[in-house]
């Protein structure tokens, strides 16, 4: 666990603070080893659920970074959870937890605001190592699921977009950098990948993705991918 936890610790040193994390699985003692596993990798747990509702319920005293979430939950569904959660926390990321490798789960998870999507089988380091990637606002999937995603991103993006009401704003404008930065977030990079590409800090690549989330008004990578492909920013 030694290269997961020295990368949890990073994270941690760049924001002064432990990432808090909250758990959310119906299975108790699945849900309380993970818990436990993060706690010891040096993660903050601050709460964990056993059911959609009560996830709802203790996430805003929680006040979490990164929900890691099963989608099979008794009272409310994990991805209504997600939805909910991710529509009322601003800055939630949210890591689905699953047994499930279906696509449609998938898929539903990513449309949902979901930032990544593990399955059940990874192991510990694999687990920790997708927490600090989410709470840094990577896109995580379990390998075999990042290009059905981008797919999806893509099918998503050719769909006609509703149209813009009379005497709405234009889109404000975006410097050089931050439309260089959407061009690879388009393409599918990693924020890692983005930094070594274009020679700038992870968290400079960070702090571009979110100014340009609130410059649009949009609230997730999703929304953002999807912005960047009808645009045609991942062409070239």
């Known amino acids: 666990m030694g290269e997961g936890r020295r990368a949890v610790n990073e994270v941690q040193n760049q924001a002064e603070r432990p990432i808090r994390v909250m758990v959310v699985d119906d299975h108790p003692m699945w849900r309380d080893a993970v818990a436990r596993d993060l ?3 040096g993660f903050d747990v601050t709460a964990t659920a056993g059911d ?3 996830a709802v319920r203790r996430a805003p005293a929680a006040t979490p970074d990164v929900l890691v ?5 008794p009272a409310k569904p994990g991805v209504q959870v997600c939805k909910e959660l991710v529509g009322t926390l ?3 990321r949210v890591l689905v937890l699953s047994a499930s490798g ?3 789960d998938v898929l539903e ?4 605001g979901a930032t990544g999507y ?3 089988s ?3 380091e694999e687990l920790i190592d997708a927490v600090r990637r989410t709470a840094a606002g990577d896109p995580v999937f379990t390998p075999g699921l990042a290009g059905l995603v981008l797919g999806e991103y893509r099918r998503l993006a050719s769909e006609p977009a509703p149209a813009a009401g009379a005497g709405e704003p234009e889109a404000p404008r975006l410097t050089d950098r931050e439309t260089e930065v959407l061009r690879l977030v388009a393409k599918g990079l990693s924020y890692k990948q983005i930094a070594e590409r274009l020679v700038i800090s992870h968290r400079t690549v960070q702090n571009h993705v979110q100014n340009t989330l609130g410059k649009l008004q949009l609230h997730n990578r999703v929304e953002l991918v999807r912005y960047a492909i009808e645009r045609g920013l991942d062409e070239g």
Do not use: I
Request: no cysteine; glycine share 8%; hydrophobic share 45%.
């Open 118 to 120: 593990l399955l059940k």
């Open 69 to 73: 979430l099963d989608l099979n939950l």
């Open 52 to 54: 959609g509702e009560q």
């Open 122 to 124: 990874a192991s510990t």
């Open 39 to 41: 706690a010891e990798a």
């Open 102 to 104: 279906e696509h449609a």
């Open 109 to 112: 998870a990513v449309k949902s």
């Open 90 to 92: 601003p800055g939630l």
